[in-house]
């Protein structure tokens, strides 16, 4: 069985007071099947561990190297010793704001199982991309380029993120989101065998809210959603991770 995650990117929004949100998740009963992740700024992390109770806490970026002269960078042991399970690799943002490649992704990706975190490797086509009609030759480069050999069902997710969808409030069609989904199924089956393929957990995000949520995760293989913008809200948060877990 795959397990279903509603994970959180509160990219670089929140202080102190931004607990409280993380505080009511943590309240929230959800079945064995259903894991709740927030990654808040590096910052909060420690913080938010002493709240967190079930909610798994991740980083939204780390160094590819284990430690070093990186002037405001992370290591993946770093996020680890804070607290933090998860790490989110290759977010559009990061992408588009860094100008990280799959091969950085890919690089930063092995560091971070090194250090025992499950890595949220992200992929998404632009506008113009789909436009073009090469959505799917952008995700599968994407995905051979970016996952380092060695993925497994506990060490990887994969999040799908359109980048034209991401806080826009445009949403692909259920039948777009399927068909990337089954093409990403399918080559994470082909190259990492069956076995492994078919229990990596696979993410929708861009624009989820609690009205779309339930028809989202209706959709074949989604088995959760990366959200911004909601997540900065425990009560829009919550309603999202009450309809995977109804899914
Ligand atoms: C994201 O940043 O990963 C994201 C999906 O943002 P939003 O939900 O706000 O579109």
């Not at 561990?49 to 970026?61: E, H, I, M, T, Y």
């Not at 588009?96 to 092995?110: C, G, M, T």
């Not at 989202?216 to 309603?239: E, R, T």
Request: charge should be negative; charged fraction near 20%.
């Amino acid at each position: 069985m795959r397990r279903k995650l509603a994970a959180g990117n509160w990219k670089m929004n929140g202080s102190a007071a931004a607990l409280a949100e993380l505080q009511a998740l943590a309240a929230l009963s959800t079945s064995d099947s259903t894991d709740i992740l927030i990654c808040p700024p590096s910052t909060l992390i420690s913080r938010a561990k002493s709240v967190a109770g079930n909610v798994a806490l991740g980083g939204q970026d780390c160094h590819a190297s284990t430690s070093g002269a990186h002037t405001g960078d992370v290591a993946a042991d770093m996020l680890k010793d804070a607290g933090a399970s998860y790490v989110i690799l290759g977010h559009s943002e990061r992408r588009e704001d860094h100008n990280e490649r799959d091969e950085d992704v890919r690089s930063k990706a092995k560091t971070a199982w090194d250090a025992g975190l499950v890595t949220v490797i992200c992929v998404g086509e632009s506008l113009s991309e789909r436009e073009a009609d090469n959505t799917l030759d952008i995700i599968g480069g994407q995905l051979a380029g970016s996952i380092p050999d060695g993925a497994t069902g506990e060490n990887l997710v994969v999040a799908y993120e359109p980048i034209w969808a991401i806080g826009t409030g445009k949403v692909p069609t259920m039948s777009q989101i399927g068909e990337v989904h089954d093409f990403m199924r399918m080559r994470l089956e082909r190259r990492f065998g069956e076995g492994v393929g078919r229990t990596v957990p696979l993410l929708y995000g861009g624009s989820v809210k609690p009205g779309n949520a339930e028809e989202i995760f209706a959709v074949s293989n989604v088995d959760g959603a990366l959200v911004g913008g909601a997540s900065l809200k425990a009560s829009d948060f919550s309603a999202i991770i009450t309809a995977l877990d109804a899914a």
